[in-house]
């Protein structure tokens, strides 16, 4: 029979578990295949990890793995997928947002020969007009930029085989903007289409300068675009300012100089000034990455693991 490993990252969820656990449960007894739940606590402050040992205890289908401290979500799923050994691994999350129900569509079609079916939500229901519209330009621009295809309102809810998860798992790169990384090992893919319910307890990780980070991870770590606009940008004003710097040149020499011009010297200084800095900033932002990529750091260290029975 083959089999599926689930990973669940978990971050202060302590209501969650046990309404997941009885979904999943109900779905994947219905299925047809050998199943396992390996939880990954990311460094709670609350009593999931208790929560986890006890639904492990009565039932061992259901493992856990604890990481040293919050790592977040990226990593966590990092760590589970680096403990997955199941003929195919599922990504998803232990709030409910991502039906569990969807597991078996995604089952049969990695019967069919997929190799990685992703969930793709249909609306996005009580999110906000800005949050729509920003998630949106996001995908636009992240899209444009690099030349993997990262689809729209897919979160990290998958189904992937052996050989598609044990290629996430050969990328150790630290800046893990795992949306791209799903997406670049490529292989048959399959889009699934679901309804994203609301959260069934507890709240969401995500603020705005989170989400800023994460855009920015995402953008810098596949794609070098923005550093080649810094590039025209500085040639195209250069250009301007060559020939602009011809006109003035001539006009002087014609007409002589009468020392106007402060306020078109402001604007060319604070426009140069802008941009500048601006190119220095982008420059930055990939400094900073390579910095935190030479450094080697292990990507998350494990305090506690018990595998469920296999
Ligand atoms: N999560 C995690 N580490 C974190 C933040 C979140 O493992 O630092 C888990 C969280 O427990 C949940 C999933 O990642 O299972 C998604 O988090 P959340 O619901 O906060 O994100 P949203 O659904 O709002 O995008
Ligand atoms: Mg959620």
Known sequence: MPSIDI????????????????????????????????????????????????????????????????????????????????????????????????????????????????????????ESMAKKATANLFYRIINSMSKIDIPKDTGDYRLMSRRAYQAVNKLRERNRFMKGLFAWVGYKQKQLYFEREPRAAGTTKWNYSKLWRFALDGITSFSYMPLRFATWIGMTVAILAFFYGVIIITKTIIMGNDVPGYPSLMVVILFLGGIQLTALGIIGEYLGRMFNESKQRPLYLIDEYQPPEQ
Request: hydrophobic share 45%.
């Open 7 to 126: 990973i669940v990252p978990v971050f202060n969820e302590q209501d969650v578990i046990p309404l997941f656990e009885k979904r999943i449960k109900d779905v994947m007894q219905s299925c047809d295949i050998k199943w396992r739940v390996i939880f990954i606590d990311d460094g709670s402050k609350d009593d999931s990890l208790a929560v986890m040992k006890s639904i492990h205890e009565s039932n061992n289908q259901f493992g856990y793995l604890s990481l040293s401290r919050n790592f977040g979500k990226e990593y966590a799923v990092t760590a589970g997928l680096d403990h997955a050994s199941a003929d195919a691994a599922v990504v998803i999350d232990v709030d409910l947002q991502d039906p569990p129900e969807l597991i078996p569509d995604m089952i049969a079609e990695w019967h069919a020969g997929f190799d990685v079916i992703f969930a793709t939500r249909k609306a996005r229901h009580g």
